[in-house]
Structure formats: structure tokens, C-alpha cells
């Protein structure tokens, strides 16, 4: 009894001992490779959303920021890119600010860790930039 039952697990055992193997070594495969494209595609990198600011914007309204409406989710990160030939803003009081963002640059990228339905505004004086962000939680 005792005898068969070794006869019997012997190989099987063998055989798990051998993919055990063989996925060590395909995991020792996988991690020197892991730095470059975790690097790259593992959020180390650009922002989740970016929106435009479109030539004008100054008296662009709610077509100032394009998309003019954006939802992310809580966590993920968003960016302002200008294209206007003059500095904006894109700013949500006590929420969220990029500060001045110079013709042609691209803000900070900001996460959004608090939940809501967000209007935001450009806070240089005698802009009419108004656009809207929400944050699902
Ligand atoms: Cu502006």
C-alpha cells in the first residue's frame, strides 16, 4: 500500500518540481526586464488626461479648455497643456491649481485625490476661461 503510493506520487511529484523549475526561471526572465518597461508604462510617465488650452482661450468661455468637460477617476493625474500664444491657468480653488503655464508649456502633472464635480476658472485678470473636471471616486 504504502509502497504504490510512493510509486505513484514519485512522478508527480517530479513533474511539480519541474514547473516549479521552470517558473523560477521564467520569473528571473521577467524581473531584469521589469525596471525598463514598468518604467515606461507603469504610471512613472505621463499624465492620465491631458487637456488643451486652445489659441483665444482668453475669451473662450466654456471653450477654453478642451476637452471643456472631464471626468477621471480619484487617484489619476491631469495636465494642461497651452497652446494659447499667453500664459493661463487652470484653477479649482482649494482643489486644484497649475499656477501660471507659459505659452507653448505643459503644467504639473496633478493628481486628483478629492472626489466631486469641479468648475475651474483661469485666475489671470480679465479672462473668461471657465472649464469642468470630475473626479469619480
Ligand atoms: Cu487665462
Known sequence: MLRSMIRNTTPILAVI???????????????????GSGGGGGGGGGPDVTISIGLGAAQADTNAYSPRRVTVALGQTVAWKNNDAMAHTATAVGIFNTGLVG???????????????????CTVAGHNMTGFLTVTP
Open 103 to 121: 505659452a507653448g508649456a505643459t503644467s504639473a502633472t496633478i493628481p486628483m485625490n478629492t472626489a466631486g464635480d469641479f468648475t475651474y476658472v
Open 17 to 35: 518540481a519541474m514547473l516549479a523549475v521552470m517558473g523560477g526561471c521564467g520569473d528571473e526572465k521577467k524581473n531584469p526586464a521589469a525596471p
